[in-house]
């Protein structure tokens, strides 16, 4: 709770017991959430998120030739790879000192936007919102379900489901409509993906200076005719979603308090402008605001800052609770930035991952994931930023920004509007996405549906774009580069989770360094040497709980809820385990500050 | 293992059922698990809904898209597998196997936790236990199949593939070797494919997968990358890619295509879209045992192919100069095509004299 400003409530005597889910399921990667409940006042005492995976990429890459790093960090993750193989093309750009032919620029945007359209589908609609279906909800609230049944769906007139609960059975997992129809439309965006960038997840197709994909009046047509058969889905999917959300507030008074934390997020921008980009540190703040999303820091609903190199500078690698030894007294690689800024020691260039592992110890070390923060210039504190799964985060500073303006998404300084064409079954739309109120469960949720028609809108705005080249003759998609003996990277790109950035540093024509950052040691970092938990500790721990179900048949659907709002991919970053509803251990203890036994 | 084989009853009729226990919890990224969710011939809902005639009632126990919450619920069929209580099921390995004999007292991964002890199960304790109890043992992807690319030399989890922790020689209790499906990631058609031979197989209604030395299923990877692309034409004509600008042959651009097992250039990535060399992005070999080494830097000639191309060279601008004047020849209509007032195609009307 270090990092959120709740007075503590007005507690019976705490019983707390421990409960722990390892590993969580329907999500990506080694997760384990390990908590202290307290049943008597209905919350979440403490908690602790741990992963139970190392593979140590930014040690077997060093000595590597430069050029192999997109090929081998897309491997980092099998959902988001592509992301990696982007963020290091544009870290390699930066170190080789080229720029990439608009074309290809065109064609890695599309790529992307198939990506995050892909992956937020298939991670809401088959992983998610199985937490919402009518199976799970009968399981742990039966008084939710019935109320269900008799409360119409307003936006029934798009997506055509009667109440809320056929929506939630459509959801049912394998035998739900809408869950059987998302794994049709995760293999028609993936198709998408695949004319892009060759194959999914990890890239054929994408190399420092651009792409082998050739650009061809039938690439654009064949990617146009498969976004236009996906977009009814998307219409009602926002429909869907904004309706199961909005009862959940209605029928649990008080579920705003489920995963919240305040307001602490990050967005390092995605899609690139060709016109703008240069990939020069130099000239970073100019292209990163040129971006389609924009990046930038918010902090308590205000933006801090929009500027990548600002953002950069601020990186802080923390340990505390992690199976590293620590690397200050390595010699530094980076020690300025090309535009003479000291670089931090904990920063990502001059990070050396040292690993050590040992035993699982809650008052001591007990993850493989680091702690990344970020040093607020003002207040010096170090941040645990979250990314609010992605989605969140970039809708958020998108609109703050107030800078984006296409005709098919556009900024306002308080939400983004979303322009989506007439469609087979649907007409035109503008969805209008707004500053919530909270950074909770459900906002994350919702997001993400809002953000799938963001991609939508985008990619049609990159068609036009890259077809109009094609017309004129632009063919070029690759442009040629030496490796120079000694250089340094930096790539910034929204993953789908959120937040991803690559520092390289080149010596001898090789990789000396390389720190990939991907969101989820972000939001599923463990503790930090100052004792500030993770963005999942911080959101679960003092949670409120709303299952109906007690100690002995607990379930833990409200803490699965706030885990997996934030999208946890832990190969990208780091492992929660139900001792069967079972408790484990009971103890009679204070409150807070009781370690797990 | 012997034993256990021998303790298993024939079958004679194949079973009814089936439970697949998949383990991601190795070296891995989950990206087969991914994979394999973008296949739809068949589809993984198509197996787990029963819809293909002939296949046992399948149990799907996979992490991502498991129904359950998690933890000891999710891992309750594991658990019983582990005691010899849930017969008969296919075990799934994705990701390649540490060397937990290196760690001391901690561990690299870890699939649930001891529930005496509390502390972390290793995804080789796991192996230990339901290797020998699984009536089939498939290896999805490179590095579950011979360590791949977390098996990288300076690696620092000594990881190694399937084979190289069971034995080469490990039989399954339903007298399989371990049936390794390699790529990065595997392509989803590849898997369900073998998957629905390995359960037609378990049904009665199939021999055992034919496999390779490599225990590769012979049908999908007894061929190389080159013999099914696309861009094969132009290394026969001495035509190579100079850069990635091209849509010519890339061998010299690092495409190491000639010399790799593998089908995705001649079956697309899924549903026939997408693909490596065949739309410009070079093989990095992905699904070969030598995965990444071997082939390493990627974007760099393959040694082989600079001799190869430099011999193709001579007859490849020769034939090449050949078809353009028979292209040229054969890009002409026939003369007697044309809109005057008489025919000139050779028919002789004979009733009209």
Known sequence: ?597 | MTATREATPAREAGFDEVHILWISEGMSCDGDTVSVTACDQPSIEDVVTGVVPGLPTVHLHNKVLSPTLGGEEFLAPFRAAAEGELTPFILVIEGSIPNEKINGEGYWTSFGNDPQTGEPLTLNWWLDRLAPRAWATVAVGTCAAYGGIHAMAGNPTGSMGLADYLGWDYRSTGGLPIVNIPGCPVQPENFMETLTWVLYHAAGAAPPPPLDDQLRPQWLFGRTVHEGCDRAGYYEQGDFAADYNSPKCQVKIGCWGPVVNCNVPKRGWMRGVGGCPNVGGICIACTMPGFPDKFMPFMDMPPGASLSSVLIKPYGAFTRRLRGITNRTVNKEPKWRHNRDVLTSGYDPRYRR
């Open chain 1, 1 to 597: 709770m270090t990092a959120t400003d709740r007075a503590p409530a007005v507690e019976k005597p705490g019983q707390l017991i421990e409960m722990s889910w390892d590993p969580i399921t329907r999500i990506v990667g080694n997760l384990g959430i390990y908590t202290k409940i307290d049943f008597p006042n209905q919350r979440v005492a403490e908690c602790h998120s741990t992963s139970s995976l190392f593979r140590g990429y930014s040690v077997f890459m060093r000595g590597k030739d430069p050029r192999d790093a997109g090929f081998i960090t897309s491997r980092i993750c099998g959902i988001c790879g592509d992301n990696h193989t982007t963020c290091s093309i544009y870290a390699q750009n930066m170190a080789y000192g080229i720029k990439t032919p608009p074309m290809a620029e065109w064609i890695i945007n599309l790529g992307e936007a198939a990506e995050y359209i892909f992956d937020h589908t298939i991670f809401q609609d088959n992983l998610i919102f199985v937490d919402f279906c009518e199976a799970m909800v009968k399981d742990t609230n039966p008084s939710v379900l019935a109320r269900a049944e008799n409360t119409p769906a307003p936006h029934a007139d798009v997506h055509g489901y009667r109440t809320i609960a056929d929506i939630m059975r459509s959801f049912n997992p394998f035998e739900g409509e809408t869950y059987k129809q998302a794994l049709k439309v995760s293999r028609i965006t993936r198709e998408m993906f695949c004319l892009m960038e060759g194959r999914h997840v990890h890239p054929s197709t994408l190399y420092p200076g651009g792409v082998g994909t050739m650009p061809t009046p039938t690439l654009f047509t064949d990617y146009l005719s498969r976004l236009l058969q996906v977009l009814d889905f998307v219409k009602k999917s926002v429909a869907l979603n904004d309706d199961v959300f909005d009862f959940f507030y209605e029928a649990l008074p008080g579920y705003e308090e489920v995963g919240r934390r305040r307001v602490l997020l990050g967005c390092w921008g995605a899609f690139q402008d060709p016109a703008v980009v240069d990939y020069r540190y130099e000239s970073m703040n100019a292209w990163g605001k040129a971006m389609y999303v924009t990046p930038g820091v918010v902090v308590d609903g205000r933006l801090v800052t929009t500027d990548l190199v600002d953002i950069n500078l601020g990186m802080r690698i923390l340990l505390g609770s992690s199976y590293y030894e620590d690397w200050v007294g390595e010699e530094p690689f980076v020690t300025h930035d090309p535009l003479g800024n000291p670089v931090d020691m904990r920063h990502p260039w001059n990070q050396t991952t040292l690993p050590a592992p040992g035993k699982r110890d809650f008052g001591d070390k007990y993850s493989w994931v680091m702690s990344p923060r970020w040093l607020h210039p003002e207040t010096g504190e170090h941040l645990a930023l979250d990314t609010g799964g992605g989605a969140y985060a970039r809708l958020y500073t998108t609109a703050l920004a107030d800078i984006v303006d296409t005709p098919y998404v556009r900024s306002t300084g308080h939400s983004v509007q979303i322009h989506l064409p007439r469609s087979h079954q649907l007409p035109e739309q503008t969805l209008e996405w707004r500053i919530p109120l909270w950074s909770n469960a459900i906002e994350r949720d919702r997001a993400r549906v809002y953000f799938i028609a963001y991609a939508c809108a985008m990619a049609l705005y990159f068609l036009e774009r890259a077809m109009a080249g094609l017309r004129r003759g632009d063919l070029k998609v690759f442009q040629d580069f030496e490796v120079p003996d000694a250089a340094i990277g930096v790539g910034f790109h929204e993953a789908v989770r959120g937040v991803l950035s690559h520092h390289l540093v080149i010596r001898d024509g090789m990789i000396a360094n390389y720190h990939p950052y991907p969101p989820t040691p972000w939001n599923g970092s463990p503790r930090d040497r100052f004792g500030t938990p993770g963005p999942y500790e911080d959101a679960i721990q003092d949670m409120p709980l709303f299952e109906e179900n007690g100690p002995d048949d607990f379930r833990g659907i409200d803490i699965m809820r706030a885990v997996r709002s934030f999208d946890p991919c832990l190969p990208c970053g780091v492992h929660m385990y139900l001792g069967g509803g079972r408790t484990l251990q009971q103890a009679h203890s204070p409150m807070f500050g009781a370690s797990h036994g």
